[in-house]
């Protein structure tokens, strides 16, 4: 059965990935704020590296989530004019059966 998806959630998509985006960029700033340790002695490295820490997926979040609201909101436009995407599913046997 081919299905086609014809609307996506705009604050929905945005927020969502916002959210996901801002947690993996987590990791990567542990990494940032270790190299600003190392690299920078006890003076600025130390205080940019901690900004970095705090600051970077804040604003990582915010710019997935305003980049997210505008594909969403493209993609809107263009599912009206042209159809959405779409995929194909199948059912599983065994899959969800009442035992």
Known sequence: ???????VSVA???????VLYAVMSL???????AAGFVGGGLGAG?????MT???????????TFLCTGLVAWLYN??????????YSVAEMPGVGAKT
């Open 1 to 7: 059965m081919k299905i086609q998806i014809v609307n």
């Open 12 to 18: 929905q998509s945005a927020k969502v990935l916002a």
């Open 27 to 33: 990791p990567i700033m542990l990494f940032v704020t």
């Open 46 to 50: 130390i205080g940019v590296a901690i």
């Open 53 to 63: 820490l705090l600051i970077a997926p804040l604003v990582y979040g915010l710019m």
């Open 77 to 86: 436009l263009v599912a009206r004019r042209v159809g959405g995407l779409e």
